[in-house]
């Protein structure tokens, strides 16, 4: 599949030499749209119904010598409302993929052995099966179930999780004669998160002998600690890793318990040593995020993702590596002026490869992990991919170059080889392509434009299938949440820029302040300023593009979710005629009931503030949506989740009621059973058609 050069698109534009965590910016003048327009192949557009027909590829696992890959693939069923997900494998070097497993269900690789042999779950047991001549084989029968699966290297012990009654919070745990009862009973915050109430029941790792698939007695490794791992609500095996000689384990917890942990993301590294049963805090003292722990394949040094400040879930992201043996330790990222996304060990055990935002893009960078950067306290860090991709994950590593799953705006995750020495990416899997070709293309481009303060914001701009510059088209602003989210060649089942372009519409979707990729000051700019200079960001991306002969200045819409449907609710009362349209989805609509009803404070305390201190004044006065109602006067679209617990329903009840009682024409989508997202393909189905509908009636 070729692939436009993003990196050669922005040198035309704003050319930017990275050396040792500096930038040097190079203008150069871009050339005018109509020179860059080519003509595309005609086909048919991508509608809701094709985008949930496609597969949806994960790379599972690498085989030993690193020539074949396994990988699963999603189906969504409509029939049935539910996906199907089976394993495949596929030479590296490229071939015809075959079928590894077929069960009802869904498989996901544990691991790879040396002799071919995949271990892999399904339904809560390990099962087992040889990359080239084997027969699906059972391995586990364990009577509840397992989760989050790490062998140890040696075979020898089994760590995996399951959720252990700790507190009586649900009232047929804590009054047994009332079986029928459904009550809760809290004395402390963390009494519910994302979209589930607190039953008193946390994860925790749990430690047992293993023997060709026989599992022994499980030892609770966080016995009586009322704290979580994995982590809630999104930790897996991922807080899990073993030492190499497989003496010992690291998880990932946060110890802290009630309304303390809400407010916390003091996260720490947790050595539990299996002969004596000791339990070290490998973190003490760094008070951020401590997450990812990863051995090198020596076992001689671990390294993990670290953020600096307690309360601060968007901070910078570094990556740690520690000594053991010396107990020495260092930031390899200290002085890049970035934050990493993930990250991975060569297996000669000297380079760190890492996924990182970089200028609307997510691409890969490598360390240089040996005994210099000890004295230098500081790491040699080269870009690696560079092109109008983004990376999202690193497979594995052959001798000649990484296996990486990649994605654009145009194109749903698939794997790729790239090389070492010629710089490209391979495509591997090939499991859209034949949907893809009967589509119609939809062209994507860069785009800066000058901001209010002065300094240069990007955005990607998403056009029509064979866009004619001499037509008039109307437009979508993309607002995007977090807020400190990136904007980048991300591919959405769901906010889907093709999809949008493919209905006729231009979506510009800008990297405004909030956004990593762009610096860490950029990054942290948006935190107490939700309504400032965030929001002009978007004034003047939308008024630059509509300069542009082809925009329909009369056809404008704004559209959103989380604090991308904040910043709809703030633009539907600063906006001054910009918009015929918008559509907010879990929005936060009064900073102050938000405030008081969200889960997560931590986040609300570090970007927001607290509503009684008057410091924060701005963020419930200014910067608060529900304070410029009296200006609202455009149609508006409200979606609102029933269990989203991160902005609870009342927001969007709010929102839609001061709406209807202002005369303004507006919708409300209620998804009961979804939370933040909209996880149901059916329901999936409903939120796109409500959305096109409201388009195709608002902006005429």
């Known amino acids: 599949m070729l692939r436009l050069s993003y990196i050669g698109a922005l040198l035309l534009i704003n050319n930017m030499v990275i050396a040792q965590g500096k930038e040097v910016p190079q203008k150069i003048e871009r ?16 509608t809701p119904e094709k985008l949930w027909e496609l597969g949806r590829v994960s790379a599972e696992g690498l085989s030993a010598d690193g020539t074949q890959l396994i990988y699963g693939v999603s189906n969504y069923q409509f029939a049935a409302n ?32 040396e002799n071919g042999d995949v271990l892999y779950l399904y339904k809560g047991q390990i099962w087992q099966k040889n990359l080239n001549n084997g027969t699906d084989k059972q391995l586990t029968d364990y009577a509840d179930g397992l989760e989050n699966v790490k062998i140890s290297p040696d075979g020898k012990h089994i760590l995996f999780s399951k959720a252990v009654l700790l507190k009586k919070y649900h009232s047929p745990d804590k009054y047994a004669d009332l079986p ?60 899990f890793t073993w030492a190499k000689d497989s003496q010992s384990l690291i998880y990932v917890a946060k110890k802290k318990f009630g309304t303390e942990y809400a407010q916390s993301t003091n996260t720490d590294l947790y050595q539990y040593d299996l002969a004596t049963g000791q339990t070290v805090n490998l973190t003490e003292g760094m008070p951020g995020y401590d997450t990812n722990p990863q051995y090198s394949p020596d076992g001689k040094l671990l390294g993990w993702l670290s953020m600096k400040t307690d309360g601060y879930e968007a901070d910078k ?105 010629n710089k490209e990416l391979r495509q591997i899997t090939t499991v859209n392509d034949a949907a893809y070709s009967e589509l119609a293309e939809t062209k994507v481009e860069g785009r800066f434009t ?7 914001l990007f955005s990607w701009v998403i056009y ?37 372009a493919s209905q006729g519409y231009i979506v510009i979707a800008p990297n405004r302040r909030g956004m990593p990729g762009w610096g860490v000051k950029w990054n942290e700019q948006i935190s107490k300023d939700w309504g400032g200079q965030s929001i002009q960001d978007y004034l003047s991306a939308i008024d630059d593009l509509s300069k542009e002969s082809y925009v329909d200045k009369n056809r404008i819409a704004a559209v959103g979710a989380s604090y991308g449907g904040y910043s709809v609710f703030m633009l539907a009362g600063v906006h001054e005629g910009r918009f015929k349209s918008l559509i907010s989805h879990c929005g936060l609509f009064d900073m102050t009931s938000w405030y008081g009803t969200t889960e997560e404070l931590f986040f609300a305390n570090h970007d927001i503030g607290a509503y009684w201190d008057p410091a924060n004044a701005k963020s419930y006065d200014a910067f608060n949506p529900i304070k410029h109602v009296d200006k609202w006067n455009t149609p508006i679209l409200i979606f609102q989740g029933g269990k989203d617990y991160r902005v609870p329903i009342g927001q969007g009840l709010e929102a839609f009621q001061a709406a209807q009682l202002k005369g303004v024409k507006s ?22 058609r409500e959305f096109f509908n409201w388009l195709a009636e608002t902006l005429k």
Request: hydrophobic share 35%; aromatic share 14%; proline share 7%.
């Open 31 to 46: 050339p005018k749209l109509e020179d860059r327009v080519r003509t595309l192949p005609k086909g048919s557009p991508l």
């Open 82 to 113: 539910k996906s199907e997900k089976n394993l495949y494998v596929v030479p590296v070097r490229g071939g015809a993929a075959t079928p590894f497993t077929q069960g009802a269900g869904a498989e996901s690789v544990l691991s790879v052995e």
């Open 180 to 239: 029928k009862s459904d009550v809760y009973i809290f004395d402390n915050l963390d009494y519910r998160h994302w979209d589930t109430w607190n039953n008193g029941r946390f994860n925790h790792p749990f430690v047992a002998t293993y023997e060709h698939g026989k599992i022994g007695e499980a030892k609770d490794i966080m016995a009586d600690e009322p704290y979580y791992s994995p982590q809630m609500p999104f930790g897996g095996a991922e807080d």
């Open 317 to 421: 992201n570094d990556i740690i590596i520690y000594e053991p043996a010396s107990k020495r330790q260092v930031n390899l990222t200290q002085f890049w002026d970035g934050t990493v996304n993930s990250f991975t060990w060569s297996k000669d055990n000297s380079t760190i490869y890492f996924t990182a935002p970089t200028k609307g893009t997510v691409q890969v960078f490598s360390i240089d992990v040996r005994k210099g950067v000890w004295n230098k306290m500081a790491a040699k860090i080269k870009p690696l991919t560079a092109g109008e991709f983004d990376i999202t994950g690193i497979v594995g590593e052959t001798k000649e170059g990484l296996v990486l799953t990649s994605t654009t705006m145009t194109h749903a995750p698939e794997v790729y080889f790239f090389g070492f020495k």
């Open 450 to 456: 000058k901001a209010s303060d002065g300094l240069d």
């Open 464 to 500: 029509p299938p064979n866009f004619d510059p001499a037509k008039k088209y109307p437009v979508l602003l993309f607002c995007q949440g977090g807020p400190q989210s990136a904007t980048t060649l991300s591919y959405s089942f769901r906010w889907n820029f093709q999809l949008m």
């Open 667 to 688: 919708r409300l989508v209620y998804l009961p059973e979804e939370n933040h997202w909209v996880l149901s393909g059916h329901n999936a189905q409903v939120w796109q």
